[in-house]
């Protein structure tokens, strides 16, 4: 499985966009990136997933060059209720969807 | 919507002995993951399930066994219980048959070895 390297830890304010990259040179053929979201004391949440390119839903868009070496998990306007831990995970998708591995992820904090 | 069941939310045990986690997937979801979490820690994968049988295994102990009913609930059984051991347990549910899938996580099972 693609290793991925994240920030540990960022800061912003209220009403900023924020973007996380995820670095994952080694990423294969058949891999998606996905992204969850972690609040203390409870089980990692599904934000987003994507391929290539860009993905939007209704609460971050996810950039993906073409090359697929890194992504950008982008939210916009954070509130204090997006303090959370961002893992990003490189793994395949469909019939051989066997495991996430999560790595290090990234402690964003935001401020009032 | 339904989501995934844990059971017991929190559990407190003595060491050496055992513990049974249970999980209970979305309904029509065939994969089944248990992950461990430590206090500080990123979530690590122990094992994983699809339509009963074992898929893939991460970094569970021999002493830790797990495997999942014709129902498709799944129980993570824990012996000679350790110190080290307590953490917080999750079990994720996702249904493989589609592309792009996610996973969804319970709310976890908190245990502490005493």
């Known amino acids: 499985l693609a290793k991925t390297t994240q920030p540990i830890s960022m800061d912003s304010y209220e009403g900023q966009e924020v973007n996380i990259t995820c670095s994952h040179n080694?990423?294969?053929?058949?891999?998606?990136i996905t992204w969850y979201q972690q609040f203390p004391s409870q089980g990692p949440r599904f934000i987003i997933q994507?391929?290539?390119t860009k993905v939007t839903n209704e609460v971050a868009s996810l950039f993906i060059p073409a090359d697929r070496k890194s992504s950008t998990l982008s939210l916009p306007r954070v509130s204090l209720s997006d303090t959370a831990v961002y893992y990003c995970l490189v793994g395949p998708g469909g019939t051989s969807y066997g495991k996430l591995t999560f790595g290090q992820g990234t402690i964003l904090t935001v401020h009032p | 919507a339904a989501g995934v069941i844990q059971s017991p939310r929190h559990l407190i045990k003595e060491k050496r002995e055992t513990a049974t986690l249970k999980c209970y997937p979305i309904p029509r979801h065939d994969t089944v993951y248990w992950y461990q979490q430590g206090p500080g820690q990123d979530p690590q994968f122990l094992i994983s399930?699809?339509?009963?049988?074992?898929?893939d295994k991460g970094s569970i102990p021999d002493r830790f066994s797990a495997q999942q009913f014709s129902d498709y609930h799944s129980e993570l059984n824990m012996s000679s219980l350790e110190l080290g051991d307590s953490a917080l347990y999750f079990c994720?549910?996702?249904?493989?048959?589609?592309?792009?899938?996610?996973?969804?996580f319970g709310q976890g099972t908190r245990l502490t070895v005493v």
């Open positions: 399930f699809y339509e009963k049988m074992q898929s």
């Open positions: 080694n990423i294969a053929t058949n891999d998606y």
């Open positions: 994720a549910s996702s249904a493989r048959d589609r592309m792009n899938t996610e996973a969804f």
């Open positions: 994507g391929y290539k």
